[in-house]
């Protein structure tokens, strides 16, 4: 079964960066989409999301500061978080869909903390 395995979550300062990787177990041929879903209590907001060889979604939350990338040869997808504010801090899960697949397969989760 894949697995999706995240890490790169952690403390930073307003205005500051991280970067979220999000690591596939094995790799898969036909992937569709790669996301980013973030969760702050009960409140969950996709944050961005790509359809390979296609369109780009962002949250308007996040426009012009996050990015969504994808290094093949590594399977992994990364979200660049730029320009931090208070109101980001949550817990960041990835996604990934390929056309085979009958539901995305999600990570575990990473925290963002944003805080002085």
């Known amino acids: 079964q894949v697995r999706l395995v995240e890490s790169g979550g952690g403390l930073v300062q307003p205005g500051g960066s991280l970067r979220l990787s999000c690591t596939v177990s094995e790799s898969v041929h036909d992937i569709y989409t790669v996301g980013w879903t973030r969760q702050a209590g009960d409140q969950r907001e996709l944050v961005a999301s790509s359809?390979?060889?296609?369109?780009?979604y962002y949250a308007d939350s996040v426009k012009g500061r996050f990015t969504i990338s994808r290094d093949n040869l590594k399977n992994t997808v990364y979200l660049q978080m730029n320009n931090l504010k208070p109101a980001d801090p949550a817990v960041y899960f990835c996604?990934?869909?390929?056309?085979?697949?009958?539901?995305?397969?999600w990570g575990q989760g990473t925290q963002v903390t944003v805080s002085s």
């Open positions: 359809i390979i060889g296609g369109v780009t």
């Open positions: 996604h990934v869909k390929a056309k085979s697949w009958s539901q995305a397969t």
